[in-house]
């Protein structure tokens, strides 16, 4: 072999090798943007199938009460003079069943306690509103036979609150309403005021509901 061919040897051989890394990185780019358009998919369909679960939700606020429909031992605890400073509370024993209204898109519950200070006996209208997802409470008593203003909110994380503005001995309160601690067997209600806009609120009315498994319970 002569210095001619010899050089061309070098330079053929040079070209190979630099068309061989040229080959591997052209394969190791199309490896590289499979991975990212593999992982892009991924998140693009777990984003789809989050905002659908947010939307199945939003749809499904119409059945938030849905946990609560049958009948209830409940215990109740009265604040006699919401604030007045007074911290005397009464004792009621008694039961609440709820039921379905328009298939669930409102329900009616009656509860009926026993005390030392008689006995109470009120009714519970829940009204869904589909536009604002959110609900009405309207709650009347026997003694008074009217609606009351309704508290008005919605449910979060598990949690509802429910709001309004009343009149108490003549003066402008704020309501709220809390639903909590829901368990397929038992559930909380509160409700308190507040006399200064919402900065501080003095609980009032707290009832622990326990669920009783009568037939219209397992049929639910």
């Keep these: ?18 068309v061989y890394l040229r080959r591997c990185f052209l394969l190791c780019s199309i490896a590289v943007l499979l991975h990212t358009l593999e992982a892009l998919a991924q998140q693009s369909s777990e984003t789809a199938k989050a905002s659908l679960q947010r939307v199945a939700s939003e749809r499904d606020r119409q059945h938030d009460f849905d946990f609560e429909i049958g009948t209830w031992k ?12 007074s911290s005397t509370w009464v004792e009621y024993e008694g039961t609440t069943v709820v039921r379905k209204v328009w298939n669930g898109r409102a329900n009616l519950v009656e509860l009926k306690v026993d005390g030392p200070k008689g006995q109470i006996e009120a009714l519970s209208l829940r009204l869904y509103n589909p536009q604002s997802r959110q609900w009405s409470l309207n709650f ?11 508290t008005i909110g919605e449910f979060r994380n ?12 003549d003066r402008a309160i704020l309501v709220r309403f809390v639903i909590s601690d829901i368990t397929p067997k038992s559930c909380r209600f509160e ?10 609120w003095e609980v009032n009315w707290i009832a622990t509901d326990t669920r009783v498994n009568d037939e219209s319970d397992q049929a639910h």
Excluded: I, V
């Design 1 to 18: 072999m002569n210095r001619t061919e010899h050089t061309e040897l070098q330079r053929t051989s040079g070209r190979g090798w630099r």
């Design 74 to 85: 409940t215990h109740l605890s009265r604040l006699l003079h919401p604030l007045t400073g």
């Design 140 to 150: 009347a008593n026997s003694k008074g036979g009217g609606l009351s203003q309704p």
């Design 158 to 169: 598990g949690r509802g609150e429910f709001f309004d503005q009343e009149t108490l001995n």
């Design 191 to 200: 409700q308190a005021f507040s006399k200064d806009g919402g900065k501080t």
